[in-house]
């Protein structure tokens, strides 16, 4: 296990701070991903890290934009540490998706395919449960 986890969740609350999912429902740990990949001269510091459940940090890989579907552009992907989750997106209780209200929103709901039917799924249960949003 990464030794800076505990510090990386804590300061997530528990939660995949791209997607939100409650990391207490899931029966392994979230992973502690790079914000910038080491690949593209991202560091091993605790501020280039993010807590992310698996599929967020797959889809993720080592990208840092995406395209907002809406103006066709491409944009950064959402950056944990520099920027606030509700400025970007918003949970939709009544479909249980994630929208993006912004172009880094929406590009980072595409490229993270965080509206993909098992997600919605798990998310109306979450929801129901009272562990979303």
Known sequence: MNPLCPLVAERAKGR??????????FNFAFEVEHLLP???GGTDQPDNFALSRNACNRYKSDFTTGIDPET???VGLFRPRNEI????FQATIETAEIVGI???GRATVARLQMNRPRQIIARRR?????LFP
Do not use: D, F, M, N
């Open 85 to 88: 989750w509700s400025e970007h």
């Open 38 to 40: 080491v690949s593209r």
């Open 72 to 74: 066709g552009q491409e």
């Open 16 to 25: 995949c701070e791209y997607c939100h999912a409650p990391e207490e429902i």
């Open 126 to 130: 979450w929801i129901l449960l009272k």
């Open 102 to 104: 912004s172009p880094t």
